[in-house]
C-alpha cells in the first residue's frame, strides 16, 4: 500500500478517514444483508486510560474490551515469522481469534497484559492536541504525534511497521478514534465558521495543502487521495483502478481531499459518532471542556446511515462518577491557576505536567520514550512529549507554576506526584 501522503503530510488524518471508509464498506460487501450495519468500532483509550488511573484494570488488556475481543496478546508461538518482506523475532505471534485468520495463522503483537497506559493516551494531551495553533496543519501534526504515534509505539508488535500494521485489527479501531478527533476539531474549529462553497477548500482551519514525499509531490485541496494496493510485493496499483477489485469499495467515496474534511458531508458514504462521556464533553465545549463540570447536553438524531441526509453526532452525557471527578480535578487546578494569573495556554500545559508526574510517580511503569525501532521505522526524531515534561521537571528547567499542585493531586489521585513514595509496584 502507498501511503507517501498518509504520513508526515498535511493531510494525514483525511488521507486515513478514505482509508477507513474503504474498509468498512469491504466489510460490508463480504455479507451485505448481514453486514449492512456494520462499523468499526473506535477505541476509547480516552475513557479506559481513565480507568487505568482510577485503578479499575491494570494494564492496557485489562483495560480494553477490544483487546481481549481481537484475541489478547498472551496466547500464541515465539517463533520467527516473515510477514511480507519483514522479518519479526522475538515477537509473541497470537494465534487466537480472530488473530488465526490472518495470513500464516498469527499476528505479531507486544504483550499488552504487561503495557500500561501512556499519560500521551489521557485526556488532557488528546484536548491539547486538538486546539493547538490556528490552523488544521498543526493539528494534523499534533494529532499524528499523539496519539497516533503514541498507540503504534505502546502496542508494538506489527503496529510498530508502518506498512504492514494494518493487518492488525486494533489499527483500525485506533485509527477511528483519531477519525473521532477529527470529527470533534471539525465541530469546535470549522463548523461555527460555516463556510460555503471554495471556503471549504481555502480556509486554513478546514484545509491547507503541503508538499509530500516523491513520488506525490505537491497536495492541494483538489488533489485526489494517492492510495495503491501491492501486487505480489512487485508493483503497486492503484485502489480505485477498475481493474482492481477494491474499486467497489472506494465507489462514491468524494475525490477531493478538501471534500472529505466532514464527515457527514460525503454524500452515501456519510457517517456519524456516538461520543459519550469525556469524548462527548469535547464535542460539545471544546476549549472549555475540562474547564466545567456541567454535563453536554445531549442531541437527539439517527443512529444509522441515511442516504443524501445530513446526519448529526451523537453525545452521551457524562456519567461515569470518575469522570465527573476527573473534571473536578481540571476545575480545582484551573481556578487556582486562574487566581494566580496563569493564561489559559499556561493552565492546560501546567494542568498536562500535573497528570504526567502522576503517572510518573504514582502508577506502575515508568514515563520513557518511543523505542528506537520505532523511531527508526517512523523516522521519529524527537522525544515523546510526556517523556520530556518529566526530563525538564526533574531537571528543575520547567517547573509547575500552580500553586499547592501536589495537595491539588492527592485530594482527588490519593497520590501527589512529587515524589516516589506513594509509587504503585508494577504487578500484573
Not at 317 to 337: C, I, K, S, Y
Not at 345 to 352: L, P
Not at 406 to 427: E, H, L, R, V, W
Amino acid at each position: 500500500m502507498s501511503n507517501m501522503e498518509a504520513h508526515g503530510t498535511c493531510v494525514f488524518i483525511l488521507w486515513h478517514r478514505k482509508f477507513l471508509v474503504g474498509f468498512e464498506n469491504m466489510l460490508r460487501s463480504m455479507d451485505p444483508v448481514a453486514n449492512k450495519c456494520l462499523t468499526l468500532p473506535y477505541f476509547n483509550y480516552v475513557q479506559q486510560n481513565l480507568d487505568y488511573i482510577n485503578g479499575k484494570c491494570t494494564n492496557m488488556e485489562s483495560c480494553a474490551a477490544q483487546m481481549r475481543d481481537f484475541g489478547g496478546s498472551t496466547a500464541g508461538k515465539w517463533v520467527p515469522q516473515q510477514v511480507s518482506r519483514t522479518a519479526f523475532v522475538n515477537v509473541r505471534c497470537v494465534d487466537t481469534f480472530p488473530a488465526n485468520h490472518q495470513r500464516g495463522g498469527c499476528i505479531m503483537r507486544g504483550n499488552w497484559t504487561q503495557t500500561f497506559f501512556p499519560p500521551d493516551l489521557n485526556f488532557n494531551r488528546i484536548k491539547n492536541s486538538l486546539f493547538v495553533g490556528q490552523n488544521v496543519t498543526a493539528v494534523n501534526r499534533a494529532i499524528e504525534e499523539s496519539p497516533h504515534n503514541i498507540m503504534h509505539n505502546t502496542l508494538g508488535g506489527i503496529m510498530l511497521n508502518r506498512f504492514l500494521s494494518p493487518t492488525e485489527p486494533m489499527f483500525w479501531s485506533h485509527h477511528s478514534l483519531v477519525d473521532v478527533m477529527n470529527v470533534i476539531y471539525h465541530q469546535c474549529r470549522v463548523k461555527t465558521l460555516n463556510l460555503r462553497g471554495a471556503a471549504k477548500a481555502s480556509n486554513p482551519f478546514s484545509f491547507q495543502g503541503c508538499t509530500t514525499p516523491n513520488p506525490n509531490g505537491k497536495v492541494d485541496a483538489m488533489s485526489i487521495p494517492t492510495m495503491k494496493i501491492a501486487i505480489n510485493d512487485t508493483y503497486s496499483v492503484d485502489v480505485e483502478d477498475p481493474s482492481q477489485e477494491t474499486a467497489k469499495f472506494f465507489a462514491g467515496i468524494p475525490k477531493n481531499y478538501y471534500e472529505l474534511t466532514d464527515a457527514t458531508q460525503m454524500g452515501n458514504n456519510s457517517y456519524s459518532y456516538e461520543l459519550p462521556g469525556l469524548l462527548g464533553d469535547l464535542f460539545t465545549n471544546c476549549e472549555k471542556s475540562g474547564s466545567t463540570i456541567n454535563p453536554p447536553t445531549p442531541q437527539t438524531t439517527a443512529r444509522h446511515l441515511q442516504e443524501s441526509t445530513t446526519l448529526n453526532h451523537i453525545v452521551v452525557p457524562l456519567q461515569d462518577p470518575n469522570a465527573f471527578a476527573f473534571m473536578n480535578w481540571r476545575v480545582t487546578a484551573t481556578e487556582q491557576a486562574k487566581s494566580q494569573g496563569l493564561t489559559g495556554a499556561q493552565t492546560e500545559a501546567d494542568i498536562e505536567k500535573m497528570l504526567v508526574m502522576v503517572y510518573e510517580n504514582c502508577l506502575p511503569g515508568e514515563v520513557v520514550d518511543y523505542s528506537e525501532s520505532f523511531k527508526a521505522t517512523w523516522g521519529v526524531n524527537h522525544t515523546m512529549k510526556s517523556k520530556k515534561i518529566v526530563d525538564s521537571i526533574n531537571a528543575g528547567t520547567d517547573a509547575i507554576r500552580i500553586d499547592n499542585w501536589a495537595s491539588i493531586n492527592m485530594d482527588y489521585f490519593g497520590c501527589t506526584g512529587d515524589n516516589k513514595a506513594d509509587k504503585q509496584p508494577m504487578s500484573v
